[in-house]
């Protein structure tokens, strides 16, 4: 069975995505770390290969294999390409072939959204997007499936890029607007739910911004190298992951600041299988839950591939009868 992008999208609701990833948090999940591998391409920069298995013992097997290769930008095709199998857990048998880059893009703007159910506040209604690309698209409609947004600003480096988006938003009804590109600051001081998906590596979002009561969701930055906020961000903020291997290894929003000994790794409060398992309560839980700035960082898990590619297949299933 093969199922493109465009019916990724279709099978992948935000509400039952988001709902199929707090059930894989509290499930035992064989997921093991991911496999990187360098792929030499002669006469061009070395090629990367990541593979992302994760499995739920006698019911599904699955694998996400990612291709880097750098050398593609000369021909104009995309440099990174991605697919998944998702195989029976009992016998071992191929079942379905998915399009990887659009389950990549909806699962990590899924488990956004879920953290934000924990850790926004249930009247956020303004939002202010950082970064117009392919994540921003897809993280706006995603936070707006979890709370009660109406407002939605984007800022983009290119403020084309961040119009396009602006125009897209508005013909589905949405009331968006550009923030200019020294509007920054400004508008990260007066919304009340900030994403970040960027590929920074100088930090844009600075603590000293942030009012009583933000929520800051933090995508970009998936290498040591990588940034998107400052270290007051961290020292102001409660800090939630995704998982705690994954982002202290991964992520130099928080490899920086340990290493400049603003924070330890025991400011992190909670991981998502202790949200999803109520071992911590999130927002709630924090000694002033109003006022309380809150900060979410993703690098993304095998989990959440895996989770979205049975739901897709299992909905796919039922259609189809």
Known sequence: MQIDANAVCQLLPWPALIDALEDIFIRQVGAPVRHHHTVRVPGEPDATLLLMPAWLEGEYLGVKQVNVFPGNNARSLP??????????????????????????????????????????????????????????????????????????????????????LVNQLKEKGVDAEVCLYDQLRSAASDVDLISCATMATTPLIQGQWLKPGTHLDLVGSFTPDMREADNDVMTRGNIFVDTRAGALSETGDLISPIKDGVISEDHILAE??????????????????????????????????????ILAYQRNLQQNR
């Open 79 to 164: 440099g990174l390409t991605s697919h998944y199998t998702l195989s029976c857990g009992k016998s071992g048998r191929p079942l379905a072939q998915l399009d990887g880059n659009e389950i990549t893009a909806r699962r990590t703007a899924a488990a956004s959204a879920m953290a934000s159910r924990y850790l926004s506040r249930e009247d956020t209604r303004t939002m202010l997007m950082v970064g117009a690309g392919r994540m921003g698209q897809r993280l706006i409609p995603a936070h707006m499936s979890v709370r009660p947004i109406d407002k939605v600003l984007v800022w983009d480096r290119a403020e084309a890029s961040a119009q396009a």
């Open 272 to 309: 998502f299988s202790e949200l999803c398992s109520g071992r911590h309560s999130g927002r709630s839980a924090l000694d002033d839950p109003e006022q309380s700035i809150t900060v979410f960082k993703s690098v993304g898990d095998s989990r959440e591939d895996l989770a979205a590619a």
